[in-house]
Nanobody, 122 residues
Framework: VQLQASGGGLVQAGDSLRLSCAAS????????MGWFRQAPGKEREFVSA????????YYADSVKGRFTVSRDNAKNTVYLQMNSLKPEDTAVYYC????????????????WGQGTLVTVSS
């Protein structure tokens, strides 16, 4: 069971990035998939989640209107399009598979990938 996040990098404020998270078919199948982030010295926080069909999405207030989550079930991949990036978006971004409970709560997820670092300079 693996989750591989990629696409992070160093960008300037206002730029865009698209993160990808590839999962094994078993991890991906029928699961809500979520994105979380953890900034240095801070706790991991919810960013976004998407239902299996892709018809329902969830966002933290801090990213609503700027980030868009999507998924390609044929490729077992979930994406996070991040626009209008801000320095406060700097963090390691993780994807994970939801196993039960609140979509906004990290213990509700399993199979965390290694994360990808996003750094936004001002």
């Amino acid at each position: 069971v693996q989750l591989q996040a990629s696409g992070g990098g160093l960008v300037q404020a206002g730029d865009s990035l698209r993160l990808s998270c590839a999962a094994s078919a078993r991890t991906f199948s029928r699961n809500v998939m979520g994105w979380f982030r953890q900034a240095p010295g801070k706790e991991r926080e919810f960013v976004s989640a998407i239902s299996w069909s892709g018809s329902t999405t969830y966002y933290a207030d801090s990213v609503k209107g700027r980030f868009t989550v999507s998924r390609d079930n044929a490729k077992n991949t979930v994406y996070l399009q991040m626009n209008s990036l801000k320095p406060e978006d700097t963090a390691v971004y993780y994807c994970a598979a939801h196993i039960g409970g609140s979509y906004y709560y990290s213990p509700s997820y399993r199979y965390w990938g290694q994360g990808t670092l996003v750094t936004v300079s001002s």
